[in-house]
């Protein structure tokens, strides 16, 4: 896909992210853009992580005449975000906490161009089972959840921790392929590299 020309400016050096636009048959640029990812007072989880895709979108479209991607997602516990873990500590507490019971992974997506900015945020619940606490410290032995928001990947060695999952898959990988696919057809970026009509 490298060799294809780009379609599509990524804001976001996630290698899932540019897997996933992959599978869409959308070849990408990427152009990661730093935002300030501080919540504000009083914002909702849901309204928190689409400000930070539109936010990278137009940051993006900046730097590029492309249509621009921007996406963020939150894991959410009884309406707390869960960040990135600073540590083996924290990754523990995040995954303790998350142990034996189900969750909200938001995953928003914006795309800025000609139509303007366009975007959606995308709710899934996720279930884990419980996890001993020597699993989990062998989990950060890995190094897997370090940079992860919730302190996990699903689609790597921790998809043996998810009992359940309702919604979307690919948005708690990190982008929501349904909502995004028909935004950058909206925008007039041709998925499949224009084979489809």
Excluded: N
């Amino acid at each position: 896909m490298s060799h294809a020309e780009a379609v599509l400016c990524l804001a976001s050096a996630s290698p899932r992210r540019r897997e996933l636009l992959a599978a869409l048959g959308v070849p990408v640029r990427v152009r990661p853009c730093d935002v300030d990812e501080t919540p504000r007072s009083d914002e909702a989880p849901d309204a928190y992580v689409l400000r930070l895709a539109r936010d990278k979108a137009r940051a993006a479209a900046k730097l590029s005449t492309l249509p621009t991607l921007g996406s963020d997602t939150a894991v959410v516990l009884d309406d707390a975000v869960l960040g990135k873990p600073r540590d083996a500590e924290h990754a523990a507490a995040m995954l303790a906490a998350l142990a034996g019971r189900e969750h909200r992974v938001l995953t928003a997506v914006a795309v800025d161009g000609p139509e303007g900015m366009l975007s959606a945020c995308v709710a899934t619940r996720v279930a884990l089972r419980e996890i001993a606490p020597e699993e989990i410290a062998a989990y950060w032995r890995t190094g897997e959840p370090a940079g992860k928001a919730g302190g996990y990947a699903i689609q790597g060695l921790a998809s043996a921790f998810v009992s359940e999952i309702h919604g979307s898959y690919s948005a708690v990988v990190g982008l929501p392929l349904y909502e995004t696919a028909a935004m950058l057809r909206r925008q007039g970026v041709a998925l499949w590299h224009g084979a489809l009509p």
